[in-house]
């Protein structure tokens, strides 16, 4: 066989493979049985508790979560795996709901990407479900890499007043009032079902945090100085002109010599050799998830970033790959010159 063909195939059968393993993921999540799964069950157990479902597709199910490990058999039952367990345990931290969005939203975005292309339909706007739910929520799977570096920070510099704006479900506002008493905050978030949830979340903090639901384009003066605003996960909503407006506006609520700290992923970034997984795929194809959308040109790269900094009379840049170099945080000071 010619070796392209040879390539091509392989490459055909891992995709249909992954392809399995998320629409495996996905049904498991919206059936909850990676959670009836947690004991031992047949297929029998299982349509005993749900009588009303189809036999032939729930032991197709069954099948292919084994054989993409994530099930183990012993005779004619079923039982969660290693891989399957963390499943269930990672599902709220952001894994269901990317999921979600995987086969829901990636799947038919793309399937129009010709007519994207070609310009013979408009670009769409995020739905209900993308920005009440899910944009939000698969964010906090990268709170393992992001945390333990946001917390040596705020040791290290001593913040005492935290912005933090497009705080999601607040879940950096919580873990830092968790960790350091003194620490008062600030969270702002423009959608008003997850600034909702971001103060159900936050809400025992009391006088110590205030969510605020408003648009980070129009801050007020009244929300007191900062010694840091984060910007996390959340640059690629602003255009270069919004980024420029929002960074000198921030200017005038830093204490002098506050910082700020912008959270992505980028779309290019450093040397492929300091990789774990040697591919750009995942931010890569975010990027262009994103860019599908009226109003978004995808993720920046780390050069746009650096740039977007410098220009807007911030210094000590520093720039810094989390674990599997996907997203970088990029910190930087000003230094309290008076502004235009
Ligand atoms: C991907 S989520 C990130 C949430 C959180 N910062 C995190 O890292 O987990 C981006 C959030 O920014 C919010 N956002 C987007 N544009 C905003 C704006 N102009 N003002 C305030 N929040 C905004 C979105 O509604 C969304 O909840």
Redesign the pocket.
């Known amino acids: 066989m010619e070796p392209g063909m040879l390539a091509l195939l392989g490459r055909t059968i891992s995709l249909m493979e992954n392809l399995g393993f998320l629409w495996v993921v996905q049904t498991g999540f919206k059936l909850e049985l990676w959670g009836e799964l947690e004991e031992r069950k047949s297929l029998e157990d299982l349509l005993a508790l749900h009588p009303t479902w189809d036999r032939v597709l729930l032991d197709h199910w069954l099948e292919q979560a084994f054989c993409q490990d994530l099930l183990s058999k012993d005779s004619l039952s079923y039982k969660l795996s290693k891989l399957g367990k963390a499943i269930q345990t990672y599902r709220s931290q952001g894994l269901e709901a990317m999921y979600q969005e995987f086969v829901v939203h990636w799947s038919p975005g793309f399937a129009r990407l010709p007519e994207l292309i070609t310009g013979q339909t408009e670009k769409t706007i995020f739905g209900s479900e993308m920005?009440e739910e899910l944009?939000?929520k698969?964010?906090?799977a990268?709170?393992p890499f992001?945390w333990p570096f946001l917390r040596n920070n705020c040791q290290k510099n001593k913040w005492q007043h935290i912005l933090?704006?497009?705080?999601?479900?607040g879940?950096?506002l919580n873990k830092l009032m968790e960790s350091f008493p003194s620490l008062q905050g600030v969270g702002?978030?423009?959608?008003p079902t997850?600034a909702e949830r971001a103060q159900n979340n936050t809400h025992s903090w009391g006088e110590r945090l205030k969510i605020i639901c408003?648009?980070?384009?129009d801050l007020s003066q009244d929300l007191g100085t900062f010694d840091v605003c984060l910007l996390?996960?959340?640059i690629y909503?602003?255009s270069r002109e919004q980024r420029e407006s929002l960074l000198n506006n921030l200017k005038k609520i830093l204490k002098p010599t506050g910082q700020i700290g912008i959270?992505t992923a980028l779309r290019e970034s450093g040397n492929q050799s300091q990789r774990i997984f040697r591919t750009h795929i995942p931010q890569n194809l975010m990027s262009f998830f994103i860019a599908c959308h009226q109003g978004f040109l995808g993720l920046p790269a780390e050069g746009e970033i650096r740039e977007l900094l410098q220009q807007t009379g911030y210094t000590d840049i520093e720039v810094i790959p989390l674990p599997f170099r996907i997203s970088h945080y990029f910190f930087a000071r000003y230094a309290g010159l008076k502004t235009s």
Not at 188 to 191: C, H, T, V, Y
Request: charged content about 20%.
């Open positions: 920005e944009i939000s698969a964010s906090l990268s709170e992001v933090d704006i497009g705080c999601g479900e879940i950096y702002i978030e423009i959608n997850v408003g648009d980070a384009l996390n996960n959340n909503y602003f959270l």
